[in-house]
């Protein structure tokens, strides 16, 4: 699981942001009374099976019951557009976002809820998704959300916003499905997935290898920060204890240090460390019906297979199809619905969204070299090596300090979009602040002597 190593190459370059479409006209915002979920968008006059029509920033069209909700702030009046045919209403700057347009949710009321986390967990923006296909989930009543989880792991800040959002989803049981392409939920996937009350897996999927580990953006070196491991344990352990996982097992795939193993006592299994099952062998050995398996011994951090997972208790269950699902669930003749719509739009958002900040990166890096290849004091050629004097006079050296400054000017500029973006709590991109400020006392720097001299020989 990734965390970013703090530098100027993580904000410049990373594909972590996240940013809300912000509609043209004002936007309602309202507020959920118990869970204080906050949804931003127009709230229209008209009705369906008494709750009122949401059209949220994002795209799509939300059934709410206002006794659930506050009008924080109420934009100005909107009049209801057209329905749209079919599952294809847009999300911020018109990107593809499933959730129907005009059509009221009816026979897919009570449905079982698939929502796809697929791929690298590396853009925030997917939590945004999961927060969007968690309201959808929740205005059709679904039954059960089932996370089919396929990924090889990924940002830790990501997975832990996830987290937060399965949390508040008390309305409905919540289900990991490991099952996809990558045949895993690794790293950040097994944490999601220790999330959930129940886990189900695909045969031939694995799960676990969960360390947190960073990668620097300059040397490509894998470093593990062992404060932030051991925090980060603590949460693992913490999760899966309380929706009923074994903690020995969330540890061990977090810490290598650590032994797990299965004892039976008494028909009873257990999963314990190797010290813990030494202790209770030494005290049942003579007892017919104690039995010790090792799980994974210390050195070796924990990854199970589908057989293994259920076997130690981890998965409740295989399923390999949709109706091998719903009969685990007990939910067979239950209507599916699928945000199938989640990892195109995660797909496509984070890279309009990085284009973004990439952009203005780009535009302060070319400003700044431009403003610095300006400087009259790297002209030396412009110099009489008699009198020491610029040989034209200074004109030249005024011009280049003039175009120098200009470049300084739309430098600044850029900069200020970063801090924006930086200070923006929609788009979530780590910031080293300490090279923010080295950047910026560089081009002030810079400017100020050019402004200086500039101004002391004005014509």
Same mark, same amino acid.
């Given at each position: ?51 009122? @029509? ?13 006794? $659930? ?93 996830? @987290?937060?959002?399965? $949390? ?24 999601? %997935? ?121 998965? %409740? ?143």
């Amino acid at each position: 699981m990734v965390t970013r190593t703090p530098s100027v190459f993580v904000w410049l370059l990373s594909a972590v942001l996240v940013l809300t479409a912000v509609a043209a006209a004002p936007a309602d915002t309202l507020k959920n009374k118990k869970t204080g979920e906050v949804l931003k968008g127009r709230l229209l006059d008209q009705r369906v099976n008494q709750r009122h @029509i949401f059209r949220p920033d994002l795209g799509g069209t939300l059934y709410l019951d206002m006794r $659930e909700w506050e009008v924080v702030e109420r934009g100005a009046p909107a009049q209801p557009p057209a329905a749209k045919p079919g599952p294809k209403a847009t999300g911020p700057n018109g990107t593809p976002h499933p959730a129907d347009a005009g059509t009221a949710p009816t026979a897919e009321d009570g449905c079982v809820f698939i929502l796809p986390i697929t791929g690298a967990i590396d853009h925030p923006c997917l939590a945004e998704a999961v927060r969007q296909a968690i309201a959808e989930a929740r205005t059709r009543h679904a039954k059960v959300v089932v996370l089919r989880v396929d990924t090889p792991g990924g940002l830790v800040t990501v997975a832990d916003t996830i @987290i937060r959002l399965l $949390e508040e989803v008390t309305w409905a049981p919540t289900v990991s499905w490991v099952k996809g392409d990558v045949k895993g939920a690794l790293s950040a996937g097994a944490y999601i %997935c220790l999330a959930t009350k129940q886990i189900l897996m695909a045969p031939g999927t694995t799960i676990g290898a969960a360390t947190p580990f960073t990668r620097s953006e300059t040397t490509g070196s894998v470093q593990v920060d062992e404060k932030f491991k051991s925090a980060f344990s603590a949460r693992f352990r913490s999760l899966a204890q309380q929706l009923g996982h074994s903690s020995v097992i969330a540890h061990a795939m977090v810490d290598n240090s650590v032994s797990a193993v299965q004892v039976v006592v008494d028909g009873q299994s257990r999963i314990v460390t190797a010290e813990e099952a030494d202790r209770l062998e030494a005290k049942h050995k003579n007892e017919a019906g104690f039995r010790r398996k090792t799980i994974v011994q210390a050195g070796q951090l924990l990854t199970l297979t589908s057989a293994e997972a259920v076997d130690f208790g981890v998965a %409740c269950g295989l399923a390999d199809t949709k109706d091998a699902l719903l009969k685990q669930l007990a939910m067979e003749g239950v209507p599916v619905v699928e945000a199938a719509w989640l990892p195109d739009w995660v797909e496509r958002t984070s890279k309009r969204r990085n284009a973004e900040i990439d952009k203005w990166f780009n535009q302060f890096a070319h400003q700044l070299q431009q403003a610095a290849e300006e400087d009259p004091r790297l002209g030396s050629y412009y110099v009489s090596e008699v009198t020491g004097q610029f040989s034209d006079g200074g004109t030249r050296w005024r011009e280049h300090t003039d175009r120098a400054l200009r470049h300084l000017k739309v430098c600044a500029q850029a900069l200020t979009e970063l801090e924006k973006l930086a200070k923006d709590e929609r788009y979530r991109f780590p910031v080293d602040q300490a090279a923010f400020d080295r950047m910026k006392m560089r081009m002030d720097a810079l400017y100020k002597r050019l402004h200086r001299e500039r101004t002391a020989t004005a014509p």
